[in-house]
């Protein structure tokens, strides 16, 4: 695994909470015409921390991004990947009951938790935490631990001569 691999760990998450409908449904204006939820990468739904510096209109936003927090050894690490949820306080209440942030926060975790489809072995839930990124949004951001290999196997490198043999 190198680091540029997390690339595709940001690909794969964009394909996935674009390609559920729910998701797409709760992201989306109720009075727009949408017909297109890859419209929604970088509208509502970034690869990176993202915060709007003008709103126009109240909309919701996913953003996320992978971190590593630590490595175990010459063989692990463990990313973090982070997801941020959030909405305009004129789109926190669904028509039929609940809050927006929450039931995308639901979604998000029905579609990923668990998943085989990033690093090794399964991405696993960790935390949900309260997030205002500014005045009139709220929302939350979700945490998902993860494992690793820290480096790929090199069978050319050379090994040093001097080295100890028991």
């Not at 909470?17 to 739904?45: M, P």
């Not at 990313?79 to 949820?85: A, G, M, S, T």
């Not at 935490?129 to 090199?154: C, S, W």
Request: proline content about 4%.
């Amino acid at each position: 695994m190198q680091l540029q691999d997390f690339f595709d760990y940001k690909n794969t998450l964009m394909e996935d909470l674009l390609t559920n409908k729910r998701i797409v449904e709760l992201l989306v204006d109720e009075t727009s015409e949408f017909e297109d939820a890859a419209g929604l990468a970088y509208t509502q739904v970034f690869p990176y921390e993202y915060i709007p510096e003008t709103v126009s209109k109240g909309q919701t936003f996913i953003c996320f991004d992978v971190d590593i927090q630590q490595t175990y050894d010459k063989t692990f690490y463990a990313p973090i990947l982070y997801i941020w949820v959030f909405s305009h306080r004129s789109r926190l209440r669904l028509p039929e009951g609940g809050v927006r942030p929450d039931s995308i926060c639901a979604e998000i975790c029905k579609t990923i938790n668990g998943s085989r489809k990033y690093g090794l072995g399964e991405l696993n839930f960790y935390s949900s935490k309260r997030f205002a990124p500014m005045t009139d949004y709220q929302g939350k951001v979700l945490t998902f631990h993860m494992k690793e290999f820290n480096r790929i196997y090199d069978g050319k490198k050379y090994t040093p001569v001097n080295r100890k043999e028991e």
